[in-house]
């Protein structure tokens, strides 16, 4: 070992002299094993010294579990959009790595109730997961990891013994591998000899979009309940495969600022939460104190950040029986910044993230038959409640769309929910719900109170500031008839089989080849997934604006608003060649299509009316770059890339300034800040036909720039600017002021091109900000409008919901002969919104038909 220190020391002089030597941050009471390798061997340079890369951390990580098979087992998990592996390392000890799968089935039966009880946790390892950086450009915890890895691997002694032979520890070195990758080169590559301290250096100012954020620029820790991303479902699925009792989450906060850890505000505490949790946080936050006071470190609790949106991972834990922490750690970005306490160099920030490793692993054996003991008791509790609870299941499910409801299932399953098929048709709540389109998901399962944090809506709360949104109810979000069933109206008869797994439906052509025309409906949620795949081949499609009642093979069929038609003889496309394309899209797709053999309709229009509209292809560009919000850019990526295979150009303002526009037929501008783009020229562009599809603030941009003439609604003072406050009540004040989102419910017209393939007469759309239209006096031109009573779920003042009443969500603008497509609120929120996709598509393949003309005087 102490041959190791020499040539640390020579090489730290010849680097850099604030590269730090382990001995900084390593506890000096301890002695490592030699032949367990040091960061430096193997990455290269000191911890420290540079940002460690996402390559080089995996190279360590498998030189440790290399080495130290005794102590360390690697798994890959998965891997990210950009094909970067997500390590799971298993530290143990080697009676418990012999006995693992035994130990976590043992484990999991304190999930089990029916099988908890004869546990007895007297031996029984505690099982706990380290988790790194889940935002890539917060990186003190990924770096961090190093260090945790090589004394979990090296050290020797008792106190190392006893916890390894006590814990099973889920080792997480990276929760966002892309982004720390992202985030890491941009530090590195502008990292100077002698270190610049000036936050205005370019070190310290990542180029949009920066490491915060996956590949498609989502914040991951907001995906841990929806499990949207590659990177969350992996992980999800070795959560539930161990349901750890302590969930770890290393981040940073801003530069200033000291390090936090949890327990978080008290009034803030999601309800579903037991207060036990919380004890126990305290409890181990004692431990985090007193290591960090033995460094001289300062911190704070129970201040800034919440336990409240389950979508977190400090947060998603905690209604799962497990205690999820939150560390903030003050950044230092690059490797040493300017800040109010001084020069905050990044060595400083990696130990601090160490040391509280270091006092979780502590507080972990000290704690661990409670942390046991509470886990089974609040599976076994939660039971009961579900038991008692006067909803005995919800019934879900949108025989129309069969994609959608899939979508919603498989989230469940993936946090291990019981699902069940719907044996027979039930209605409730005014909704059918069909066998086979539905599904039973009984509240008598140890997974209720997760439940109750996917299906309640929430309308009252104990503190009117939060760190993220007030309301994600996921059936409003998803768009899906639902309801809670009660004793009358549940009857475990109407239960059918148990659902392990669900798949994409597959679609199928119902009839044979016909040289007439084909049609299919548009309810289906990838739909326009497979209109985008024919025009794209060259089919000709046109959509119906009328409804009509057709003969197919099966029968008699009502086609509604929206329906597509491809008429044969209009095709350059051969019969044959359609058919098999025709077929392979409905499969893929999941969407039934009806060869028609005659033109003439049983009813409403024929198909050769002036209702049917060509489709032409969307060819679709999006701003992005410096001033707009990358979640939102993100969203609509994730949505065209991933979901429905549809290409969007990416342009930066200075791009859009001198490109060609004539090759786009439409445009979308997320929220953000627009002024540096030419806005003639973006007018002239839809004078001329362009479709601008514009959300949140951007609408407000639109207006103020001339584009629309679109009004706003004022919101009422909150505060009589006579009075005189206490200056301590400011913060809370304004805050509440704040519209964080919550769920409201537009009215829609379903005869609007924005609103074909909808089967309810409503929307509910994901509303934050401030962004509250006026009507449009076009009459035609509001097709979703904000009603009397809109709230569904979350916190608003009073003030912004009157702003929020009888204002328009979407206006249709004609300007030119284009027009532009307003939506006040984000129909794409999060990726899980799917409730708002076809609004989103339909604004897409139909923005371009909307005759917005008509009525009084141009909007
Ligand atoms: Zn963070």
């Not at 009880?117 to 790194?132: C, K, R």
């Not at 161990?242 to 000291?258: K, M, V």
């Not at 400090?314 to 020069?343: K, M, W």
């Not at 996709?837 to 038909?849: C, D, E, Q, S, V």
Request: hydrophobic share 40%; proline share 5%.
């Amino acid at each position: 070992m102490k041959k190791f220190h020499i040539v640390f020391a020579l090489i730290m002089i010849c680097f850099n002299s604030f590269a730090q030597e382990l001995s900084y941050y390593l506890p000096n009471d301890v002695s490592y094993n030699a032949a367990i390798p040091v960061p430096e061997q193997v990455i290269g340079h000191h911890v420290g010294e540079w940002h460690i890369t996402h390559d080089r951390l995996v190279n360590y990580m498998k030189a440790i579990a290399a080495s130290s098979p005794d102590r360390v087992k690697l798994e890959v998990m998965g891997t990210t959009y950009e094909t970067r592996p997500q390590l799971l390392l298993i530290f143990s000890s080697k009676k418990n790595l012999d006995n693992l799968e035994q130990i976590r089935q043992q484990h999991l039966q304190l999930g089990d109730p029916a099988a908890s009880a004869s546990l007895n946790t007297d031996n029984m390892p505690a099982v706990i997961w380290i988790g790194h950086s889940i935002h890539g450009n917060e990186a003190s915890g990924a770096n961090a990891s190093l260090l945790s890895a090589y004394y979990l691997a090296a050290a020797q002694g008792k106190k190392i013994d006893e916890l390894l032979d006590n814990t099973v520890i889920l080792f997480d070195p990276s929760f966002n591998p892309d982004g720390l990758q992202r985030f890491s080169t941009w530090v590195n590559q502008h990292k100077s000899k002698n270190l610049v301290t000036d936050p205005n250096s370019r070190e310290f100012n990542e180029v949009w979009p920066g490491g915060r954020f996956n590949h498609y620029w989502f914040d991951l820790n907001r995906d841990w309940l929806p499990g949207v991303h590659a990177e969350s479902q992996n992980r999800l699925k070795k959560f539930q495969a161990w349901r750890p009792n302590i969930l770890t989450d290393h981040h940073e906060q801003g530069s200033n600022a000291s390090f936090f850890f949890q327990p978080g505000v008290p009034a803030r505490v999601n309800p579903l939460t037991p207060e036990k949790n919380q004890q126990l946080t305290a409890r181990i936050a004692e431990f985090h104190a007193r290591f960090l006071d033995k460094i001289g470190s300062l911190y704070f609790t129970k201040e800034n950040y919440d336990d409240f949106y389950y979508g977190k991972g400090s947060t998603y834990p905690d209604v799962q029986g497990c205690i999820g922490i939150l560390f903030e750690q003050a950044s230092s970005r690059g490797h040493a910044q300017q800040t109010s306490n001084g020069i905050l160099r990044f060595p400083f920030t990696i130990r601090n993230q160490f040391t509280t490793t270091l006092s979780t692993l502590e507080a972990t054996i000290a704690l661990r038959k409670e942390l046991l003991n509470y886990q089974r008791d609040f599976f076994k509790m939660t039971l009961q409640e579900g038991t008692a609870s006067v909803n005995k299941a919800w019934v879900i499910g949108e025989a129309a769309d069969k994609a959608r409801t899939m979508h919603f299932i498989e989230m469940l399953l993936r946090h291990k929910i019981d699902v069940y098929e719907l044996n027979s048709h039930i209605s409730a709540d005014n909704y059918s719900f069909e066998k086979g389109g539905a599904y039973i998901i009984p509240a008598n399962q140890p997974q209720y109170r997760l439940l109750r944090g996917i299906f309640d809506k929430t309308l009252t709360y104990k503190d009117s500031l939060f760190y993220d949104i007030t309301a994600w109810t996921m059936p409003l979000a998803f768009g899906l008839p639902y309801a809670e069933l009660n004793a009358a109206k549940y009857s475990p008869s109407i239960k059918g089989n148990k659902v392990d797994s669900v798949s994409m439906p597959v679609g199928t052509i119902k009839g044979s080849k016909t040289n007439y025309a084909y049609v299919f409906e548009w309810n289906e949620f990838y739909a326009p997934r497979m209109l985008y795949d024919l025009i794209d081949n060259g089919i000709l499609a046109k959509v119906a604006g009328s409804p009509f009642e057709a003969t197919t093979e099966p029968g008699k069929k009502k086609f509604n608003y929206g329906s597509i038609v491809i008429p044969v003889a209009l095709q350059k496309t051969d019969a044959d060649k359609l058919f098999s394309l025709l077929k392979a899209s409905a499969e893929k797709n999941g969407v039934d299509v009806y060869p028609l053999t005659t033109g003439m309709s049983v009813s409403g229009v024929d198909l050769g009316s002036a209702s049917f509209t060509n489709i032409s292809k969307p060819s679709v560009a999006m701003l992005v770059g410096p001033g707009v919000t990358p979640t939102d850019a993100g969203e609509v990526w994730h949505l065209l890339d991933q979901r429905f295979n549809i290409p969007v150009s990416q342009l930066e303002i200075n791009i859009f300034n001198r490109a060609d526009l004539n090759k786009y037929n439409t445009l979308v501008i997320v929220s953000g800040s627009y002024s540096e783009l030419n806005k003639e020229k973006l007018k002239a562009w839809v004078q001329n036909g362009g479709t601008l599809i514009c959300m949140e603030d951007a609408v407000q941009w639109a207006a103020q720039n001339g584009i629309t003439n679109i009004s706003f609604k004022k919101i009422p003072a909150a505060i009589d600017s006579s009075l005189a406050l206490p200056y301590a009540s400011k913060n809370d004040r304004e805050g509440s002021q704040q519209n964080y989102g919550g769920i409201f419910r537009a009215g829609i017209d379903l005869t609007h091109p924005l609103f074909y393939g909808y089967q309810q007469p409503y929307i509910d759309l994901f509303k934050a900000g401030k962004t509250f239209p006026e009507k449009s006096k076009n009459p035609y031109a509001n097709p979703a409008i904000y009603a009397n009573a809109p709230l569904q779920s979350g916190y608003i003042s009073k003030e912004n919901y009157a702003a929020i009443k009888n204002s328009a969500a979407v206006v249709v603008s004609t300007v030119g002969s284009g027009r532009v497509i307003s939506i006040a609120d984000n129909p794409n929120f999060r990726a899980f919104w799917l409730g708002g996709t076809k609004l989103m598509m339909n604004a897409l393949f139909f923005g371009r038909i909307i005759d917005a003309g008509s009525g009084r005087g141009e909007e």
